[in-house]
């Protein structure tokens, strides 16, 4: 069978991504994944570096995604199949280019966990990701901001005469296009992904990158890769260096032996060939090799705690078997990024495919064997030698321009090849890509002003070029609002407040009050901030029906907690009694009605919309907010009027168990 490449539909019980969020991404993410190295830790010199080097400030230009809810319903969704007759891929150009299932046709195995269903949640940088399959996760640590976003995809000429898939985009939190070139040569076991991210512009920038593959995963599940240290990094935030394959008493290659989710970075030593594998009891599973320039890999687990296994099913259907991700980046950690140099390139090659190895050294005690079983049984199905070849044989095909194209990304490369006239062979970032986000700005581009926008404002470019286009161009209300969020993202904290209250004095709006509630808080400013928001929720309240409905949900989300922390607790249900009763009855608002009643002393009340039950849609990966607010209750239960002592938390804990349902603690208490 010649490789071939096609459409097809995929249909899957699926949630509605919903819209982005409206406001501006000011404050910084919500990154679990951050760490400090202590004094004197046992950190090599190089990753020391790069774990301080250029970490995420901001989501800045990019919008929050959380406007999807939990109802599914089947659903189309466009799919690309890449085939031979050994192997099939199936790719969603709608959805990141997620590599959704990979199919060894011999033996009749999925080689990837395979979501029976599209359930977003709380997970990538920016919020909407989703379980399974392999995704190409680029811009800075977690999850891209691409997960639920589509890319562009065009078939290609491949090295061997057949056909690629190649999936590229424009990354916006780091400015940068990247490629991936899916080719399955005709008979091979192996799907190859040759990739590049490429740096355009006359300075140096961070560049994060690691390849995410979820595997099934069972009790006797093995993940193995040449290595006899690994770095641990927890939910507590913490970094150390631990054996390979045991530590504290556990086994940690078998993901279902931990309790807690957990990162393991495999410490491979140097001239070692980079290669990660997940089997089963037989010995059968996916292995995951490449050339040396993605040095990193990983094991993801969730454990088989009560929490990972609670997290594992809200994002699937109930019943589903579990997974654990194997993973390989561009350096040891994720917590790392590294510095691409102006006019440069990263550039590598992957491959994925089937392995079967002796289980008895697989799963046996010795672990130089077991993993050197995998290696030699890799040496022989795909050696190190063929893995380079083919890497030297698709780079000329990497600036080949496509020949057809199969799906449309984001037009914001467009928009920047407009701008700066970049020349990127082999990615078409062509005008007609362009959309209704980018309008205003091609304006902008061609006249030198800036539009004003009626209803709700786009997103903000935040590049410095944009920021000195702005600059120079006639003041007004939107010219004010978006060079504030531009300047904001540059640091130029003072500056960006001024242009906000220029904006205000051009026409009072709600979305500057919001750009300067956020100020006073980041300030520390909590009463003044809580006059902003309040000041922003009227201002909303007063604008047309559809304005309305669509950002004061939004505003509601954070002018509450921040109405509550300034002892505002009757203003903060105020703003939730301003949200139609669909609203309301979302499983974040019905938390913070439960806040709001804590705060006004009507515990009770609170206690109450516990009991009725609810879900947050948008949980946050590591949020221990519904713990948290369950126990503050249960404790003023405990107290009355009186204080919050340590037995009093102490007998809360004990006669008010955190029901399952609410367990999502990602670390020991």
Same mark, same amino acid.
């Given at each position: 069978?010649?490789?071939?490449?096609?459409?097809?539909?995929?249909?899957?019980?699926?949630?509605?991504?919903?819209?982005?969020?409206?406001?501006?991404?000011?404050?910084?993410?919500?990154?679990?994944?951050?760490?400090?190295?202590?004094?004197?830790?046992?950190?090599?010199?190089?990753?020391?570096?790069?774990?301080?080097?250029?970490?995420?400030?901001?989501?800045?230009?990019?919008?929050?995604?959380?406007?999807?809810?939990?109802?599914?319903?089947?659903?189309?969704?466009?799919?690309?199949?890449?085939?031979?007759?050994?192997?099939?891929?199936?790719?969603?150009?709608?959805?990141?280019?997620?590599?959704?299932?990979?199919?060894?046709?011999?033996?009749?195995?999925?080689?990837?966990?395979?979501?029976?269903?599209?359930?977003?949640?709380?997970?990538?940088?920016?919020?909407?990701?989703?379980?399974?399959?392999?995704?190409?996760?680029?811009?800075?640590?977690?999850?891209?901001?691409?997960?639920?976003?589509?890319?562009?995809?065009?078939?290609?000429?491949?090295?061997?005469?057949?056909?690629?898939?190649?999936?590229?985009?424009?990354?916006?939190?780091?400015?940068?296009?990247?490629?991936?070139?899916?080719?399955?040569?005709?008979?091979?076991?192996?799907?190859?992904?040759?990739?590049?991210?490429?740096?355009?512009?006359?300075?140096?920038?961070?560049?994060?990158?690691?390849?995410?593959?979820?595997?099934?995963?069972?009790?006797?599940?093995?993940?193995?890769?040449?290595?006899?240290?690994?770095?641990?990094?927890?939910?507590?935030?913490?970094?150390?260096?631990?054996?390979?394959?045991?530590?504290?008493?556990?086994?940690?290659?078998?993901?279902?032996?931990?309790?807690?989710?957990?990162?393991?970075?495999?410490?491979?030593?140097?001239?070692?060939?980079?290669?990660?594998?997940?089997?089963?009891?037989?010995?059968?599973?996916?292995?995951?090799?490449?050339?040396?320039?993605?040095?990193?890999?990983?094991?993801?687990?969730?454990?088989?705690?009560?929490?990972?296994?609670?997290?594992?099913?809200?994002?699937?259907?109930?019943?589903?078997?579990?997974?654990?991700?194997?993973?390989?980046?561009?350096?040891?950690?994720?917590?790392?990024?590294?510095?691409?140099?102006?006019?440069?390139?990263?550039?590598?090659?992957?491959?994925?495919?089937?392995?079967?190895?002796?289980?008895?050294?697989?799963?046996?005690?010795?672990?130089?064997?077991? +993993?050197?079983? @995998?290696?030699? !049984?890799?040496?022989?199905? #795909?050696?190190?030698? *063929? $893995?380079?070849? /083919?890497? =030297?044989?698709?780079?000329?095909?990497?600036?080949?321009?496509?020949?057809?194209?199969?799906?449309?990304?984001?037009?914001?490369?467009?928009?920047?090849?407009?701008?700066?006239?970049?020349?990127?062979?082999?990615?078409?970032?062509?005008?007609?890509?362009?959309?209704?986000?980018?309008?205003?700005?091609?304006?902008?581009?061609?006249?030198?002003?800036?539009?004003?926008?009626?209803?709700?404002?786009?997103?903000?470019?935040?590049?410095?070029?944009?920021?000195?286009?702005?600059?120079?161009?006639?003041?007004?209300?939107?010219?004010?609002?978006?060079?504030?969020?531009?300047?904001?993202?540059?640091?130029?904290?003072?500056?960006?407040?001024?242009?906000?209250? +220029?904006?205000? @004095?051009?026409? !009072?709006?709600?979305?500057? #009050?919001?750009?300067? *509630? $956020?100020?006073? /808080?980041? =300030?520390?400013?909590?009463?003044?901030?809580?006059?902003?928001?309040?000041?922003?929720?009227?201002?909303?309240?007063?604008?047309?029906?559809?304005?309305?409905?669509?950002?004061?949900?939004?505003?509601?989300?954070?002018?509450?907690?921040?109405?509550?922390?300034?002892?505002?607790?009757?203003?903060?249900?105020?703003?939730?009694?301003?949200?139609?009763?669909?609203?309301?009855?979302?499983?974040?608002?019905?938390?913070?009605?439960?806040?709001?009643?804590?705060?006004?002393?009507?515990?009770?009340?609170?206690?109450?919309?516990?009991?009725?039950?609810?879900?947050?849609?948008?949980?946050?990966?590591?949020?221990?907010?519904?713990?948290?607010?369950?126990?503050?209750?249960?404790?003023?239960?405990?107290?009355?009027?009186?204080?919050?002592?340590?037995?009093?938390?102490?007998? /809360?804990? =004990?006669?008010?168990?955190?029901?399952?349902?609410?367990?999502?603690?990602?670390?020991?208490?």
């Amino acid at each position: 069978m010649t490789t071939s490449v096609r459409r097809t539909t995929l249909t899957l019980p699926a949630a509605a991504l919903g819209p982005d969020n409206p406001l501006p991404a000011l404050a910084g993410p919500r990154d679990v994944h951050r760490v400090t190295v202590p004094e004197g830790a046992d950190v090599p010199a190089d990753m020391a570096r790069q774990l301080a080097y250029r970490p995420l400030d901001s989501l800045l230009p990019v919008r929050r995604r959380d406007g999807y809810a939990r109802h599914r319903v089947p659903t189309d969704l466009d799919a690309l199949v890449l085939e031979n007759d050994r192997l099939r891929a199936t790719v969603l150009p709608g959805l990141g280019g997620r590599v959704h299932s990979l199919h060894h046709k011999p033996t009749g195995r999925e080689l990837l966990y395979r979501n029976p269903v599209f359930q977003p949640a709380d997970f990538a940088l920016n919020g909407a990701w989703f379980s399974g399959g392999i995704e190409w996760n680029i811009g800075a640590t977690g999850h891209t901001t691409l997960s639920c976003a589509p890319v562009h995809a065009a078939r290609v000429p491949a090295p061997d005469g057949g056909e690629m898939l190649r999936l590229w985009e424009w990354e916006r939190l780091r400015d940068l296009p990247f490629q991936v070139d899916l080719w399955l040569p005709d008979g091979s076991d192996f799907l190859y992904a040759g990739v590049r991210v490429l740096n355009p512009h006359h300075h140096t920038a961070p560049v994060y990158w690691w390849s995410n593959i979820a595997v099934p995963e069972d009790a006797r599940t093995r993940v193995l890769a040449p290595a006899e240290e690994a770095f641990h990094f927890g939910y507590e935030r913490t970094l150390s260096r631990v054996p390979v394959p045991e530590s504290g008493g556990v086994d940690h290659t078998y993901p279902l032996r931990s309790e807690y989710p957990a990162d393991y970075f495999y410490e491979i030593p140097p001239g070692e060939r980079r290669w990660i594998a997940s089997l089963d009891a037989d010995g059968h599973g996916l292995v995951h090799t490449s050339t040396d320039t993605l040095r990193g890999r990983k094991l993801f687990l969730w454990g088989a705690g009560r929490a990972g296994r609670h997290w594992q099913e809200w994002l699937t259907e109930p019943g589903t078997p579990g997974y654990a991700e194997i993973q390989a980046g561009l350096a040891r950690t994720q917590l790392e990024h590294v510095p691409l140099e102006a006019g440069a390139e990263f550039a590598w090659l992957e491959a994925y495919g089937p392995l079967a190895a002796d289980p008895r050294a697989v799963h046996g005690a010795d672990w130089g064997a077991a +993993r050197g079983a @995998v290696a030699d !049984r890799l040496a022989a199905v #795909l050696p190190r030698a *063929a $893995v380079d070849a /083919a890497y =030297a044989a698709w780079r000329p095909y990497a600036d080949v321009e496509p020949k057809e194209r199969l799906a449309t990304g984001s037009g914001w490369g467009a928009l920047e090849v407009a701008r700066a006239g970049y020349d990127l062979p082999g990615l078409p970032f062509t005008e007609d890509t362009m959309g209704e986000e980018q309008r205003p700005w091609r304006e902008l581009l061609r006249t030198g002003d800036l539009p004003d926008e009626p209803g709700v404002p786009g997103p903000s470019p935040v590049a410095p070029a944009w920021r000195d286009l702005l600059e120079s161009a006639r003041p007004g209300p939107s010219t004010d609002f978006h060079l504030g969020v531009a300047q904001w993202h540059a640091g130029d904290r003072a500056q960006a407040v001024r242009s906000w209250e +220029r904006a205000l @004095v051009r026409g !009072r709006s709600c979305w500057p #009050l919001y750009c300067l *509630a $956020v100020a006073e /808080a980041v =300030a520390g400013e909590t009463g003044r901030a809580a006059q902003r928001y309040a000041e922003a929720v009227a201002c909303a309240g007063e604008a047309a029906e559809e304005v309305r409905h669509t950002v004061l949900p939004a505003l509601a989300r954070e002018a509450v907690p921040a109405l509550i922390a300034a002892g505002r607790a009757d203003d903060a249900a105020a703003v939730l009694a301003r949200l139609r009763p669909e609203d309301r009855a979302r499983g974040r608002f019905r938390l913070l009605t439960a806040q709001v009643l804590l705060a006004r002393g009507e515990v009770a009340a609170a206690r109450a919309v516990f009991d009725e039950g609810f879900e947050v849609a948008d949980l946050r990966e590591g949020d221990e907010t519904l713990g948290d607010t369950w126990y503050a209750i249960a404790e003023r239960l405990v107290a009355g009027d009186g204080p919050v002592t340590g037995e009093v938390r102490a007998r /809360a804990r =004990a006669d008010h168990p955190l029901p399952e349902r609410y367990e999502y603690r990602m670390r020991p208490a």
